[in-house]
């Protein structure tokens, strides 16, 4: 019996076969999640917000399974990343907190949670070498074994991060092992001479993806930022599009964790609906503070959490405050938009926003908050249009405005345009339809639960595809993710998308799916044949069966 059938097992049969297999429990007879005491109390706003550095490059060494497309002209940098079990400080008043986490090899003592951030330029092909010394015989939640999700990437399949090994694919490594990642940064479309430089990615990220243990090893800690950039989204401020750069540019991953007495990071194995925490943490610290200058900032914010959706606000004193929202998965908008009042994040979702602090005196304090009420795994209360956004929310960041600094020109009225998906298109796609539901207490898409030996979808490369996405109902949501091209969505619930998600303007690689929602989104996948996965992102559902593989050929 293998590891898949044991949870089947676990699901049909109350969860005691797996436990034969892996102690997955201190204590197998441990209460459920609703029974967990609540996390310690911490003190908050008491230490600054972490900012993992930049992962520094490493001198070339040989890599003979990554391939390059001889558009790939520019010679690779490489990297290599070291996974490890490590002893961090999540808040001053706790103990140290044993994470699972990705460091730069080139930094012995790695302190944060949260990995270094992989920078990528357009065009520059950066070769990642990812080393597992995760403890092999690991007793807890989580399994030792890795495969890397480049999420946002356009890469060879064999650089995705599948989720299973399969026969004379080896992509999954164990403790002791390494794999090496290819990332070509080709901008979609180069194989067929049609480049597209608009479909530029911005604010991505990295995490684990082994079928089935998802959900465990992303919350144990494996989980990074990947930041884009080109000539337009510069990191440097003074070329492009002058967008705020440097340490004005700050990328906030935003996670809930439950901790035990001890402070360690506390799971429900059985959970299979969506666990929940109790603690808020931006970049691997509970609940902490960033002083900020007089000026232009740009928020990179990333829904890092297992199965809590963000409905993010910027308060001031109990009021609402404004911002300019200017990318989403898909990279820069079109153009920006303008005096939002919130950042609505389904688990895995990213948008940039700017905000301008030179509007408030020094002194002044402001708290990010999630305002979006969820009580548990199956979703946030109300529907996606309209979720029920509370007077009072968990502040995850306070922001606290210090002294003046030189700032970066306006945000222009034109960042990166593209072009809608035309009438014509539309007309020639070829049309399915996926219908993600819950059956017999597992999460299955089109009625089947996960199955990776074999694809539920074989599309032809570089054809035109329109994807009906279905929620089966029951008051569940789904946030649907599709690897290897952005989505531009086309219609949601038979209406236009609102700006944030609508074609034209943004394009997304995870799109949710409230209650009974449908959505309606276009596809070219171009240039990399193989083996990719489409699946819920709320990680329990994902580790429950809710995904499916599909192939470009
Ligand atoms: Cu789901």
Not at 183 to 210: E, I, K, N, Q
Not at 382 to 397: H, M, S, Y
Request: net charge negative.
């Amino acid at each position: 019996m293998n590891r898949r059938d044991l949870l089947r097992l676990s699901l049909v049969g109350g969860g005691l076969a797996w436990t034969q297999r892996r102690p997955l429990f201190a204590n197998p007879l441990a209460p459920p999640f609703d029974d967990l005491p609540p996390s310690p109390a911490t003190t908050p706003f008491v230490t600054t917000l972490p900012l993992p550095p930049v992962l520094t490059p490493v001198a070339p060494f040989s890599a003979p399974d990554v391939t390059f497309p001889p558009q790939a002209v520019n010679p690779p940098t490489y990297y290599k990343i070291i996974s490890e079990e490590r002893f961090v400080s999540l808040h001053p008043e706790l103990p140290l907190t044993r994470v699972w986490g990705y460091r730069d090899a080139n930094v012995a003592n790695w302190p944060f949670a949260v990995g270094p951030t992989i920078v990528g330029r357009a065009q520059h092909p950066i070769v990642v070498r990812h080393e597992n010394q995760l403890p092999a015989n690991h007793v807890g939640f989580g399994v030792p074994e890795e495969t890397v999700h480049f999420h946002g990437g356009h890469v060879e399949a064999r650089s995705d991060g599948f989720p299973e090994d399969l026969p004379n694919y080896d992509v999954v490594f164990g403790s002791g092992q390494h794999y090496d990642y290819g990332y070509a940064l080709l901008d979609p479309g180069f194989s067929h001479g049609a480049a597209d430089p608009t479909d530029r990615p911005a604010t991505m990220w990295y995490h684990d993806h082994v079928l089935d243990f998802t959900a465990q090893n992303v919350y144990s800690g494996l989980v990074g930022f990947f930041l884009f950039e080109d000539e337009l989204d510069t990191l440097d401020e003074t070329t492009g599009l002058r967008l705020p750069s440097g340490e004005f540019d700050v990328p906030l991953a935003l996670q809930d964790k439950r901790l035990d007495a001890q402070g360690q990071l506390a799971y429900d194995v059985f959970e299979h609906n969506g666990f929940l925490g109790d603690k808020w943490l931006v970049n691997g610290a509970i609940q902490p503070f960033l002083v900020v200058k007089r000026r232009k900032y740009r928020f990179r914010l990333l829904n890092g959490c297992n199965a809590r959706f963000l409905g993010m606000r910027l308060i001031k004193q109990g009021v609402v405050q404004r911002f300019d929202l200017i990318a989403t998965e898909g990279g820069l908008l079109s153009q920006p938009l303008r005096n939002r009042d919130l950042v609505f994040l389904s688990p895995a979702q990213r948008e940039d926003i700017v905000v301008d602090f030179a509007q408030y005196p020094a002194g002044t304090v402001l708290f990010l908050e999630n305002r979006l009420r969820q009580d548990d795994g199956r979703g946030p209360s109300g529907t996606f249009t309209q979720p029920e956004i509370q007077d009072r929310g968990a502040k995850f960041l306070k922001i606290v405005v210090g002294g003046d600094a030189a700032d970066s020109p306006p945000i222009p009225n034109v960042l990166r345009p593209f072009a809608a998906i035309t009438q014509a298109q539309i007309n020639g796609a070829t049309r399915r339809t996926f219908e993600f539901k819950r059956r017999n207490g597992v999460w299955v898409i089109n009625g089947q639960p996960v199955d990776l030996t074999q694809p539920m979808a074989s599309v032809p490369e570089n054809g035109l595809e329109i994807w009906r996405l279905k929620n089966g109902g029951g008051g569940w949501w789904h946030p649907v993710h599709i690897h290897l091209e952005f989505m531009h969505v086309l219609t949601r619930n038979g209406q236009t998308p609102a700006p944030d998600e609508r074609d034209g303007i943004a394009k997304r690689d995870v799109i949710t799916l409230g209650p009974n929602d449908e959505v309606e989104v276009f596809f070219q996948f171009r240039d990399f044949r193989g083996r990719w996965v489409m699946h819920c992102h709320t990680l329990e559902h994902e580790d429950a069966f809710m995904m499916m593989r599909f192939d470009v050929v």
